[in-house]
């Protein structure tokens, strides 16, 4: 089980989008949450080979979606915002840009222990299936606190007005190769660290190693059935009870 910002116990189940079924309640769930701020309810996730769309189940409920884009020849979402900001990354020898995008949960369950899963389960899937080097994400300006404080992002330059949404844009970024440090660090504290950041939070080393076999064994491929495990973090101070389904949009 995984504690709930109400305190209790909940069911968490995170699920990569497979059909047209997934992709519609996550749509749905991102249009309610979008609507709500005022950023509009016509929203579409991207659907191409490119992006891979996750969903978290509290107690068999839709709660959460994000996805993982990564750099093509047809770019990213963030480059309608962001395309200069984004070449300045591309020029770099040997670099792989990837975005997270379309994210969207439901306050009234959200937790540190509920996010830091979803976000490592997401992480672990981008090192199996991608090899990007820099991670981005959009926010609104008021969240860059959150992101820089719980994730490590750093911003990138001043704000721009997202005509997707209708409301300025910050764009941040972050080296996948400090989410590995970053896990690395907290596994090794195992205890006494501080939570203001979603990393103590992270599924351990020994669910982890499970996590990404399963997902290795499952192809991450259309073609491939899913497969589900039931992991459990042993990391303090939140435990974490899931069934994992790995598949691909």
Request: charged fraction near 20%.
């Amino acid at each position: 089980m995984i504690v709930g910002n109400d305190g209790q116990n909940h069911a968490l189940v995170i699920k990569v989008a497979a059909g047209e079924a997934d992709r519609a309640a996550a749509r749905s769930l991102l249009n309610k949450r979008y609507g709500w701020r005022g950023y509009g309810e016509t929203h579409s996730i991207p659907t191409s080979a490119t992006h891979s769309t996750f969903t978290a189940y509290i107690d068999g409920e839709l709660v959460g979606t994000l996805t993982l884009g990564v750099d093509s020849s047809a770019g990213m979402e963030i480059d309608h915002t962001f395309r200069n900001e984004l070449n300045t990354y591309r020029r770099v020898p040997g670099a792989q840009l990837c975005e997270l995008t379309k994210f969207a949960f439901e306050t009234s369950v959200q937790s540190k222990a509920i996010l830091a899963a979803f976000f490592h389960f997401i992480f672990i899937y981008g090192e199996c299936r991608y090899d990007c080097t820099d991670l981005f994400i959009e926010v609104n300006p008021r969240h860059r606190r959150f992101y820089e404080a719980m994730l490590g992002f750093d911003r990138v330059g001043g704000l721009k007005e997202n005509a997707g949404v209708g409301a300025p844009s910050q764009l941040m970024h972050l080296e996948v190769a400090q989410i590995r440090a970053q896990v690395a660090e907290y596994t090794r504290a195992a205890g006494g660290v501080s939570e203001r950041s979603l990393y103590p939070f992270f599924l351990s080393g020994e669910i982890e190693s499970d996590v990404r076999l399963k997902m290795e064994r499952g192809g991450l491929s259309a073609s491939q059935a899913h497969r589900t495990a039931a992991i459990a973090s042993q990391r303090q101070p939140n435990a974490i009870d899931a069934g994992v389904t790995v598949g691909h949009a």
